[in-house]
Structures are given as C-alpha cells and as structure tokens.
C-alpha cells in the first residue's frame, strides 16, 4: 500500500486552512491536519476535515454531454468544443456582448484568470462576474471609495492583538470557525468581544457585549457610537487631521443620531449603545470583524462605509491589532476579484475605460482591440436573458439556479438563453438546463492558488487524478481557443506558466512567484521579488489617489420592505457550520449529512406561541416573491418578530423567496438579510 500527504487549501470557506490530502494506492481516502500553516495551525472544522468525501463521489461528471432533444448525450471533449464554438460564432459575429460569462470562487486564480481573458480577448465582451457581486460587492465598492482599496486589512493571525474586536453581521464560529478560533485566542487574552447580531449565535456567546440589532438598521447602531465616541472626547484628532478628508460631512450627519433617538430603530438599548462606543473607543487597539450580514442588503455599501468611518474616527487602521475585516465567504473570493472576473475591472483592479491599461494589456495578451463597453452585472445579465437581450452564458463553478434570488425567474432567464454551457464538477440545477456540460477537476485533482480572506495566496497542489474525462478549467478554455483559432493567447503548460503571466500585469501579484509560495503562502501586495509582502494594509496612507482616507456621511435608508400586518416577520438567511453555499459539495458528504441535512427555520418561542406551532412541525414560510416549505426549530436565540433560515438546504430554498427587482443603484446587490414573511401553519 502507497500513502502519499499533499499539502494543499480547504476548498470551503474564506479561511483557507491547510490541510493534507490522504492519498491511499492513487485514491484521496481522507484528511490529516497540516500542523504548520500559519492559518490555522492544523486545526480543522467539520467542513475541512471531511472535505475529501465528495471527490470520490460516483456523481461526479465524467465526461462531456450535449443536450439533444432534451436529454443529455455522452460527447468526446472534440466535438463537444466545436459544436460550442459554432454555437458561440453564430453569437459574436452578431454582437459579443450578447454573451456573458460567470466566473468562480470555488476555482484556482489560474482558471479565473484564464477564464477573464477568454472572455475578453477571444470573445470580445467584459460581461463577466462572479458570486461576489451577491456578497461582497458592497465591500469592494465602499471601501474603494472610503481606503481605495476593498480588501481585508490586517491578517487573521494579527486579531489576537486586538484589545477590543467589534463584530458586526457575522457569526465566524459557524461560517468562518478558524477565525473564530483567533477570536476566542484573543479572547483569552483579555480582548473584549462585542457582538451586534439579530441572533444570539454561537459566537454572540462568547461576547463581552451583546447588541441584539435589528436587521437592517446597522447606519443607526454606528452613527449613534460615532456621536457617543465624539461626545467623549475619544476620536483619533491627529489621525483625522494628517490621514483623512471631509470628517466635518460626517460630524453633521452624525448629530442626528443620539443612542436615545435609536434605541427604538435598532432594538438596542441606549445604554448598551454607548457601553459599545465606549468599549470601542477606549480600547488601544480595536478590530472590526463583519460578513454577509452587513452587506446582502440594498444599503450594503452604506454600511460598509459607515464601519470605515468608524476606524477612521478612531485612527483603528493601518496599525497591529486594528483594522475592518470583511470575512470572505468562498475559498477564492478575494482571488477572483483580484484576477478581475468583475465587468468593470481588469486583473489587478485595473480600469480599462482608461486607454493606456487596454493598451498595454493588448500588448501583453498580442490580441487585438479590446472592448472598451462596460460589462453587465450578474442581475442584469439575468435580466438580459429574461428579456432577450443576451443569447449565451458560459457558468464556471456556479449553480445561479441555486444561489441567485428569484429561482424561478433565474431559471426562465436561463431557459430562454440560445446556448448555456456548464463547466463543473457535478450535474448541478444550473448545469440540468444547460445545452453543454463540461466536466471539470475538483480542487483535488489541480495545481494552483488560492488566495483567502486576509490576501494571503497559497498554492494548490493536485493529490489524485481526475474522474474519466474530466479536465482542469483553465484547460478547457486552452482547448476552446485552440478551437477557436486562438491557441497563441493561451500558450500555458502549466500553472505556473498562468502564474508567471498573471504576476506580469497584476501590481499587486508582482513579486509573487510559486517558489516563494512554497512556505507559508504570501500575502498582496508584494510589488517586487525582495518584498516580503504585506500582512497590515493602510500604515502610511490610504490606498486613495491623494492618499487620504474619505468620511462618508451616511444617513439610515429604510428596508425595502417592513414587516406590517400582513407580513409580520423579518426573514433573515445565513450559514450553519456543518454545511456550505448550496451544499453541492458538502452535501455528497455522509458525515456532514448526518449532523444535519434538511432546512428549518428558526422562530423565537414568543412567535412560536402566537402562530400556535410546535418544535419541528412543517410549516409554511411566505414573502411577498414565493413560499416554501421547512420545519419549525423554536430558540430563544433569535429575536422576537424576526425568522432565520440557512441558505444550504434543497428543501427550504431561500431564493423561493427572495426579490431582484429592488436594488443597490451602485452595487446592484438586492436585499436578501432582510424580507418581511409570515408563516402560516400546514
Ligand atoms: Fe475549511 Fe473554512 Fe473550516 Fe478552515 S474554517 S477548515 S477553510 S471550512
């Protein structure tokens, strides 16, 4: 018998734990800790320890297929190319931006990146997006506007520095749990905890302070900490002065807002407000920590800001211990935004409206002109299909059936496309409507990186041989281009070679090479090969044109929708720990299935007794957008007049429920925290 351990990345959560990959006679057979990475020590959650039960899994594709007269047929990858590439040809000679293209999280840097540039220099559209669009949308465009730069600060290990660590929206003992660790860690070490939360969650628990916050209504919660914070005398005078502009904009708006005039917009005691300024502003040191929580609602940007406000108003930034976290949910969030999968950006965050970056990225790529139009949103390239103004979608790595509000608008849009073309690891809602399925190699089976939550990128390393027929992503696109007449763009060996060209032309990726990765990982920006990178963002200046941090006055915007009386709840969607995103992959695992594998929701007793139902009896849950059907699950965790239902389970899609047609103007992110409900008994 041969045991082999490759070292590699959790395929879950922003985290990006190590782990080793047991490989028994060429086939993965189980999980050892990595005792050495720095992320997470060689501790693992449940996620990570059995996250090798789907790889084997006998649903895995193995094959291309090709849809005729409705049913799915077995093709060779030949075939299969050139009747995509007919498809597409007839497209783009008409128009490429009637194609559009989503891209991965769950796929390496090296697929995004080579999947962007598919788009862009063998296409021809900028029509390309990724799931961040639906979750940290708002933080890439907020905190672009208030640092220049939309990523997480300080690194994951730096917040057991923290004397005080705010968490705002998130639970990171459930959704992102070795993090959660290095807050317990810091915890331990005297850091005061303050959790605001419509739930008293696992982390909650652990909290010094607990601030049982209404959803929807965090503007309130920090202007009013903000006011508390100036009324003491405890905001950074110096920090403002030499690092920042326009904080006389957000001391006016900020005077509106006394804990007394919130205490009833925000279900939080006055007290208990300016308890959590306090304990905020006192500390030497304070961290803020927040997630999906603060950003899936329509004023998700304004949130954002308003949290960077707040580190600014108190110098919390570019030092050890301080900073504003964004917990990236999906292992390579933060990567494929950096290789701009994003229809505005190119790699790097680069802005191709400007001439001279689509003039030097034709020179690097030897392509022709570059299409300057801006590219759709990943609502608005639904939209387009349901209109009619999009003919062909090519979806890497994603189930938008699934994880897009509206399923049943998402799946007429998707119905009502010329050509779909799938590329993933299982037969997903999203890959059933398609006319192409190509079968890809799960995070086992390749090479690459990743880079987590903190900008560390660390290398992916392939521990077993894929399932029949299935191909790496970015070889799919090699292979598609060769087809295509194109194969001199895409002249990679490896992963490497994809690496080598994506460190060319992304500054912050520069001085990044495999070699130096080998180790620990890396952290952006590292601007050249002697640059040890860079854990703590923001220490000198803002990552702004004129290197100052913006104030951002924000006032409170109301909800879409209000409970009244024929909706009196507020429904509220979120992660447990045992499972993941639409658990297409944690799903096919035996053992997570066994804690848990069916929806519920929860509902405080108060609710529970008025509606006159009872611990685990079916129940209907009904917004104004569709209803579905779940088990009740009474606690005394969740807040009186609010319902909570995890996103992951087939039975209970929250998306049955949700709404597209109200959104962010800037950030096109509808409201998903937060819908007025009711539940009716069965
Ligand atoms: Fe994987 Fe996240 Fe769990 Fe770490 S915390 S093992 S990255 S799911």
């Keep these: 018998m041969k045991i082999d351990l490759i070292p590699t990345i959790c395929p879950y959560c922003g985290c990006g734990c190590g782990l080793n990959l047991v490989n028994v006679d060429g086939e993965i057979k189980g999980v050892e800790p990595w005792k050495r990475n720095p992320v997470n020590e060689g501790k693992l959650c449940p996620k990570g320890n059995f996250s090798y039960e789907f790889i084997n899994h006998k649903e ?66 900028n029509n390309i997006d990724n799931c961040a669009a639906l979750c940290h949308g708002p933080t890439v465009s907020g905190l672009n506007l208030t640092f220049g730069s939309g990523a997480m600060t300080n690194s994951i290990k730096d917040m057991e520095k923290a004397d005080c660590i705010f968490i705002i929206g998130s639970n990171p003992l459930e959704q992102h749990p070795l993090i959660g660790r290095r ?11 303050i959790v605001a939360d419509p739930r008293y969650t696992p982390t909650a628990k652990h909290a010094d302070l607990f601030l049982p916050l209404t959803p929807g209504t965090d503007v309130a919660l920090l ?155 990943m609502v608005e390239i639904l939209e387009a299909a349901y209109d009619g103004r999009m003919k062909a979608m090519y979806i890497m790595g ?77 070889r799919i696109f090699c292979q598609l281009a060769q087809v295509m007449n194109s194969s001199e763009m895409f002249p990679y060996r490896s992963e490497e070679d994809i690496f080598e060209e994506i460190r060319s032309i992304t500054p912050q990726y520069k001085g990044i090479t495999y070699q130096r990765l080998k180790a620990d990982g890396m952290y952006w920006p590292c601007p050249d090969e002697d640059h040890p990178g860079t854990p703590i963002l923001h220490g000198e200046k803002f990552a702004t044109p004129h290197g100052l941090g913006v104030f951002k006055p924000i006032e409170l915007r109301s909800l879409p929708e209000t409970p009244d009386d024929d909706y009196p709840l507020i429904l509220s969607t979120g992660r447990i720990i045992f499972h993941y995103h639409n658990s297409n992959m944690t799903g096919k695992s035996k053992i997570l299935g066994n804690e848990i594998s069916k929806s519920f929701v929860e509902i405080n007793p108060k609710d529970a007794l008025k509606l006159g139902v009872s611990n685990q009896e079916m129940v209907k849950i009904i917004t104004r957008h569709g209803e579905i059907e779940t088990k009740v699950k009474i606690t005394s965790k969740i ?33 998903l925290k937060a819908l007025a409900a009711k539940i009716e008994k069965i």
């Design 183 to 193: 807050i317990l860690k810091a915890k331990a070490k005297g850091s005061k905890i």
């Design 60 to 125: 895995r594709l193995k094959t291309p297929l090709i849809k005729e007269n409705g049913q799915f047929r077995e093709a060779s990858w030949d075939e299969a190319l050139n009747a995509i590439f007919r498809e597409l040809k007839k497209i783009i000679d008409e128009d490429p931006d009637l194609v559009a293209f989503l891209s991965s999280a769950r796929c390496t840097n090296e697929d995004n990146y080579v999947l962007q540039k598919f788009a862009r220099a063998v296409i021809g559209t």
């Design 398 to 474: 994603e189930n938008p059936v699934f994880s897009e509000p509206e399923t049943m608008k998402v799946k007429e849009s998707l119905l009502n496309l010329e050509t779909l073309i799938v590329q993933d690891i299982f037969l997903t809602e999203t890959a059933e409507l398609a006319d192409f399925v190509l079968p890809a190699t799960s995070w086992a089976e390749k090479n690459g990186t990743f880079t987590n939550t903190e900008r560390r990128v660390q290398l992916v390393r392939k521990a077993a041989d894929p399932p029949g027929q299935a191909m790496e992503d970015w």
């Design 223 to 377: 202007n009013s900490m903000m006011q508390v914070i100036l009324k003491e005398g405890l905001e950074d005078q110096d920090f403002i002065r030499t690092r920042t502009r326009d904080f006389e904009k957000l001391k006016k708006v900020i005077e509106n807002y006394s804990p007394d005039s919130v205490e009833h917009i925000t279900g939080i005691s006055a007290a208990k407000i300016e308890n959590a300024a306090l304990i905020y502003g006192e500390a030497e040191k304070s961290s803020i920590v927040y997630c999906l929580g603060i950003t899936e609602h329509i004023m998700g940007m304004d949130n954002v800001m308003s949290l960077a406000n707040l580190t600014m108003l108190t110098g919390n930034i570019g030092r050890e211990g301080t900073g504003l976290n964004p917990l990236r949910g999906q292992n390579n969030v933060q990567g494929v935004c950096d290789m701009g999968a994003l229809p505005f950006l190119y790699p790097g965050y680069k802005k191709y409206v400007l001439d001279n970056v689509r003039a030097d990225t034709e020179y690097e790529w030897n392509c022709g002109p570059l299409n300057f139009l801006p590219g759709l949103q």
């Design 639 to 671: 807040t009186h007049g609010i319902i909570f239902l995890p996103i992951h389970f087939l039975d209970g899609k929250p998306n049955l429920l949700t709404n597209s047609k109200v959104l962010d103007p800037s950030t096109k992110m509808p409201e």
